[in-house]
């Protein structure tokens, strides 16, 4: 299995990267990002760093030829390039929405484009896996209370990737997990500050080992749901670093 990971330096994704080095099942991990990948730190047993190669863009709106012929014959990707909500607060939301959004869709059609030229026939078909968030609205006719115009537009997001999907049924798979809070063991204000968001929001938390071994899992053995919640995430995550262990 050749897995492509998204923005691939991120939080996240450096600990997908990580994990995914020891699985056996993952033949190839194509790192896409903005400056190139080296292996995270810490490797697991069993790992296999030679797995891993960088592709680096210039930007996420644009896939030169190169590029595609790399991401060839990769079956599944996990997405994770986004503007947090925090960091948006500071942006213009047009380059917010460049970001979230249209990198988002562009990605997935090159990524489709090089699956479908570099896949044989009867190749599985493209699973590809969005990062969203909990809060976010699909729902354009809602107002959510909390950031509302971002709310909304990754939830539009979320219903444009599965659109696509349902556009190329059979040849693509997709599914959205929508984690809440992604804390981390060691540090210490991230989770002081998820049990505040919890207690005065409601809002959830999930460990970034946690949310990484559940997307692995699901991106590998195929979608138990639609959308992937936090509890699920918490869920399916737990399971599967234990029996990893």
């Given at each position: 299995m050749k897995l492509i990971v998204a923005g691939a330096s991120g939080f996240v994704a450096t600990e997908i990267?990580?994990?995914?080095l020891s699985i056996p099942k993952v033949s190839?991990?194509?790192?896409?990002?903005?400056?190139?990948?080296?292996?995270?730190?810490?490797?697991?047993q069993g790992a296999d760093a030679s797995k891993l190669h960088s592709v680096v863009l210039d930007n996420y709106g644009n896939y030169p030829d190169d590029a595609i012929r790399q991401l060839a014959g990769a079956d599944t990707c996990i997405w994770t390039v986004a503007i947090?909500?925090?960091?948006?607060?500071?942006?213009?939301?047009?380059?917010?929405?460049?970001?979230?959004?249209?990198?988002?869709?562009?990605?997935?059609?090159?990524?489709?484009?090089?699956?479908?030229?570099g896949g044989s026939r009867g190749a599985p078909p493209l699973r590809f896996l969005y990062m969203s968030g909990t809060a976010t609205e699909r729902d354009q006719n809602k107002t959510p209370s909390w950031m509302p115009e971002y709310c909304l537009m990754r939830g539009e997001t979320e219903t444009q990737v599965l659109a696509f999907a349902a556009e190329?049924?059979?040849?693509?798979?997709?599914?959205?997990?929508?984690?809440?809070?992604?804390t981390a063991r060691g540090q210490y204000l991230k989770t002081i500050f998820a049990m505040v968001m919890k207690y005065v929001m409601s809002l959830p938390s999930v460990d970034v080992a946690e949310i990484s071994a559940a997307m692995l899992h699901e991106i590998i053995h195929g979608f138990e749901k639609e959308p992937l919640e936090n509890h699920d995430l918490v869920r399916i995550g737990r399971q599967a670093l234990t029996i990893a262990e």
């Open positions: 990267i990580r994990q995914s190839s991990v194509i790192a896409i990002a903005r400056r190139p990948v080296s292996t995270p730190s810490n490797l697991g947090t909500p925090s960091k948006s607060r500071g942006l213009d939301f047009d380059e917010v929405r460049r970001v979230c959004q249209e990198y988002t869709l562009v990605g997935l059609r090159a990524i489709f484009k090089a699956h479908s030229e190329h049924k059979g040849a693509v798979e997709a599914c959205v997990a929508k984690p809440g809070l992604i």
